[in-house]
T-cell receptor, first 118, second 112 residues
Framework: GAVVSQHPSWVICKSGTSVKIECRSLDFQATTMFWYRQFPKQSLMLMAT?????????EQGVEKDKFLINHASLTLSTLTVTSAHPEDSSFYIC??????????????FGPGTRLLVL | GQQLNQSPQSMFIQEGEDVSMNCTSS?????WLWYKQEPGEGPVLLIALYKAGELTSNGRLTAQFGITRKDSFLNISASIPSDVGIYFC????????????FGQGTILTVHP
C-alpha cells in the first residue's frame, strides 16, 4: 500500500514552454500533497503544499505564477512549470499524506520527475 | 528553511559493518521519519516513529524516537552493497500542517 506515482518520469523541453507534472496516490486518498525540488546531493526543498479543493500554499521565494499547482481530487495533484527556463531544470518530487488511519502523520513520496529545459 | 542536524554527512564502510546515523534538533517533533533515496528515485519510507522513546525495527534497520523528542537515530546492521544511497531523517510537528523538516542527508557507500 501507500504508492505514489508521478508522470512523466523525465521530460526535456525547450525554453519558454510549459510542462505539467502529475502526482497520483494510487491506493489511498491524500488530503494533502507536497511538491519538492531537489538539486544533486542536496536535501529536498519544499516548494508548496497542495490541499484538495483549495489554493496551494507556497513557500517563501517560490513564485506561484511560475509553478501552478492544482489539486483537483483526493488522488491527483498537478504541478505546471510555466514558461520554463534552463534554471528550472531540476528533480521535482511530490509526496502525499494519508487521509485516515495511522498514515495521517506519514508522507509517501513519488519517484520524481527529472526536468531538463534546453 | 529550518533543517534538522543530521550526521554524519557521509560514510564509507565495508560490507558487513554496522552503520549508525542520527538527527538532532533544538525543537520538539511529534513524529520522526527515516527515508532512503537512491539515485534518480524519490525517497522511500523506511521507518516511522510516533511516540517518544519508541524503538522500531524493519529487518536490519532499527530506529528510535528520542525521549526528549528532539532527536532520533537509525542503525543498519550487517550492511550490504544494496544499502548504498542517501538516508534522510524528517521530523513533523503538530503545528506544521503536515510539512516535514528534513535533515541534510547521510550518503552511505558500502564497499563489497
Amino acid at each position: 500500500g501507500a504508492v505514489v506515482s508521478q508522470h512523466p518520469s523525465w521530460v526535456i523541453c525547450k525554453s519558454g514552454t510549459s510542462v505539467k507534472i502529475e502526482c497520483r496516490s494510487l491506493d489511498f486518498q491524500a488530503t494533502t500533497m507536497f511538491w519538492y525540488r531537489q538539486f544533486p546531493k542536496q536535501s529536498l526543498m519544499l516548494m508548496a503544499t497542495s490541499n484538495e479543493g483549495s489554493k496551494a500554499t507556497y513557500e517563501q521565494g517560490v513564485e506561484k505564477d511560475k509553478f501552478l499547482i492544482n489539486h483537483a481530487s483526493l488522488t491527483l495533484s498537478t504541478l505546471t512549470v510555466t514558461s520554463a527556463h534552463p534554471e528550472d531544470s531540476s528533480f521535482y518530487i511530490c509526496s502525499a499524506r494519508g487521509a485516515s488511519g495511522g498514515w495521517e502523520e506519514t508522507q509517501y513520496f513519488g519517484p520524481g520527475t527529472r526536468l531538463l529545459v534546453l | 528553511g529550518q533543517q534538522l542536524n543530521q550526521s554524519p554527512q557521509s560514510m564509507f564502510i565495508q560490507e558487513g559493518e554496522d552503520v549508525s546515523m542520527n538527527c538532532t534538533s533544538s525543537s520538539i517533533f511529534n513524529t520522526w521519519l527515516w527515508y532512503k533515496q537512491e539515485p534518480g528515485e524519490g525517497p522511500v519510507l523506511l521507518i516511522a516513529l510516533y511516540k517518544a522513546g519508541e524503538l522500531t525495527s524493519n529487518g536490519r534497520l532499527t530506529a528510535q524516537f528520542g525521549i526528549t523528542r528532539k532527536d532520533s537515530f537509525l542503525n543498519i546492521s550487517a550492511s550490504i552493497p544494496s544499502d548504498v544511497g542517501i538516508y534522510f531523517c524528517a521530523g513533523l510537528r503538530g503545528t506544521s500542517y503536515g510539512k516535514l523538516t528534513f535533515g541534510q542527508g547521510t550518503i552511505l557507500t558500502v564497499h563489497p
